[in-house]
């Protein structure tokens, strides 16, 4: 069975910086995708960045190129999103996601397991 865990989330002042961590255990092979999600207050939620766990491949939303950066660490399953520059726009939970499937996908739907979610609040 897939478990996906976040951590790392926090309140930080703007301009701050945070890392978060993303831990999956039971995934088999290597044909998947690892993408992190967001949702602010009174929002849906969006899709932020994903890496593919084979080839390293990323993708970020138009709104954090530059200023958040995916990276995985196989050894561990560990996928990282550290996220610099913050502004309290990026308040949301944040939640990382599992896709079965080595296309990438920024569709909520398209994703098969969820962590429980980890809250980042940034202050004026």
């Known amino acids: 069975q897939v478990h996906v865990v976040e951590s790392g989330g926090g309140l930080v002042q703007t301009g701050g910086s945070l890392r978060l961590s993303c831990a999956a255990s039971?995934?088999?092979?290597?044909?998947?995708?690892i993408g992190w999600f967001r949702q602010g207050p009174g929002k849906e939620r969006e899709f932020v960045a994903a890496i593919s766990w084979r080839s390293g491949s990323t993708s970020y939303a138009d709104s954090v190129k530059g200023q958040f950066t995916i990276s995985r660490d196989n050894a561990v399953n560990t996928v990282y999103l550290q996220m610099n520059g913050l502004k309290p726009e990026d308040t949301a939970v944040y939640y990382c996601?599992?896709?079965?499937?080595?296309?990438?996908?920024?569709?909520?739907?398209?994703?098969?397991?969820w962590g429980q979610g980890t809250q980042v609040t940034v202050s004026e």
């Open positions: 996601a599992v896709r079965r499937n080595s296309v990438l996908a920024t569709s909520v739907y398209l994703y098969d397991y």
């Open positions: 039971g995934l088999r092979g290597s044909r998947y995708y």
